[in-house]
């Protein structure tokens, strides 16, 4: 076992980040339901000033985003992804250890990607520093025209520098629980 005592407190702050975060991408997706809900009916009515409202596909497109990146990391730390245990319930108890902790060291593995990869998207489109520092940050060339979405002009940035947000807690989720995993799958029987 590496340091449960420190294991069980890094799982409790990490624990209340990932429910904050959660929280923030329930209100996210509260405030997406009520815009599109207005939306909706200000299209249906199109009459003495009442419309839709402009660019409510953008804002949801974004706000999906980021309320799934805000999302995941509990997930993964209550153990809420999908799996299928009818086979599984049937294996040893040390097999079913080993089956778990090898699965979170696959999804600490895949978060790992998603954080890179979004984190170069995000440099992609991030207009700003010069260009000596962002060769140091691996954030690429400068773009000279910052991009934006169509309709109300949200720098694309933005919300992707959200969603990496949650990426990084969900790696940092991912990693305490590949810790987490290898301790059970290490604790001796008791004697």
């Not at 509990?74 to 040893?92: A, S």
């Not at 694309?156 to 790696?171: N, Q, R, S, T, Y």
């Amino acid at each position: 076992m590496i340091a449960p005592k420190w294991e069980a407190y890094v799982g409790h702050g990490l624990d209340i980040a990932a429910r904050a975060w959660a929280w923030v991408g329930g209100l996210i997706l509260t405030a997406l339901a009520a815009m599109t809900v207005i939306s909706v009916i200000g299209r249906k009515i199109n009459a003495g000033g009442i419309t839709g409202i402009s660019g409510d596909y953008e804002l949801v497109e974004a706000g999906c985003a980021i309320a799934i990146f805000a999302f995941l990391p509990l997930c993964q730390l209550r153990r809420g992804h999908v799996t299928v245990d009818i086979l599984t319930n049937t294996f040893p108890l040390s097999l079913q250890r080993f089956l778990i902790f090898l699965g979170d060291v696959l999804v600490a593995s895949v978060a790992f990607v998603i954080v890179w990869r979004l984190y170069l998207g995000v440099g992609e489109k991030f207009p700003f520093f010069d260009q000596p520092l962002r060769d140091r940050l691996s954030m690429g060339y400068k773009p000279f025209f910052p991009e934006t979405t169509y309709e109300l002009e949200i720098q694309l940035w933005i919300p992707m520098a959200a969603a990496l947000l949650g990426a990084v807690l969900f790696f940092l989720v991912s990693a305490f629980t590949v810790w987490r995993s290898f301790n059970v799958l290490t604790e001796r029987a008791p004697s």
